[in-house]
């Protein structure tokens, strides 16, 4: 919809002709005409006094935009003002129903169960993840949203985020699903690393040289971290894989 159509909708629903517009306002006839045939739209003192004229907003006139609820008014059958906005684009569709199940529910064709691991502190190998981190549990999975991200169930593991080193986006709680295929790093997305016998959630960046940096979301308390391939190998710092998949409940 742009600015003439906008402007149109708004003197039809309050009943207001071009002449009654040009006298609230103090433009010309030929100004309002202008308008209404998209020859130019209103602007600065103008753009005000119009949507004073046509109860509603300057932001929605001249850009569709909706600053609250009384943005845009439409008349009643009594002749009351109601709050009527316009329609806007739904950014979000239901892809489903919640449905509860515990751990004896059977999967469903159409679902896996992934590992979920623990953030524990365990004496590995290197490159191995010790049965030690794994709880016994599992996370149930659509095979279309592994299909969906190329990941092999197989490869599929679940892991619990704690702290909040990575909040906003994953704060303490979150789960998040790693393709442990995926290893080679990709600057600036956001791996599952193995450190010291601990699993951490980072966004990784490789280092000029060799070596990895590692980063926080929340910088304000969390600074970055590097270490050169040396201090991989001594610190017992592997990819374990890359993040695909989270799941926050929000307090």
Not at 22 to 46: C, P
Not at 152 to 164: E, L
């Amino acid at each position: 919809m742009e600015f003439k159509d906008r402007v149109a909708d708004r003197m039809k629903a309050l009943g207001l002709s071009a002449a009654e517009i040009s006298r609230r306002i103090g433009v010309s006839r030929t100004t309002i005409s202008f308008w209404l045939n998209g020859v130019n739209a209103a602007t600065g003192k103008n753009l005000s006094s119009l949507a004073e004229a046509l109860s509603t907003t300057p932001e929605w006139l001249a850009e569709g935009k909706i600053r609250d609820l009384k943005s845009v008014l439409a008349v009643t059958d009594t002749g009351g003002l109601s709050y009527s906005p316009p329609a806007v684009e739904s950014n979000a569709s239901v892809l489903g129903y919640i449905e509860p199940w515990d751990d004896s529910t059977p999967l469903d064709d159409d679902e896996v169960a992934i590992p979920l691991l623990k953030d524990v502190r365990v004496a590995a190998g290197s490159g191995e993840i010790s049965e030690e981190f794994f709880t016994g549990k599992k996370i149930r999975m659509g095979k279309y949203t592994l299909r969906n991200r190329g990941v092999n169930p197989a490869n599929a593991i679940c892991v619990t985020v704690s702290g909040n080193s990575m909040e906003p986006a994953l704060p303490d709680g979150s789960t998040v699903g790693v393709d442990t295929a995926q290893t080679s790093i990709k600057d600036g997305k956001v791996y599952v690393i193995k450190h010291d016998g601990e699993l951490r959630v980072k966004q990784v960046y490789r280092r000029t040289g060799g070596g990895i940096r590692l980063r926080s979301f929340n910088q304000a308390e969390h600074q970055d971290e590097e270490y050169t391939t040396e201090q991989m190998a001594e610190k017992d710092i592997w990819v374990v894989g890359k993040v695909f998949w989270s799941s926050v409940l929000w307090d």
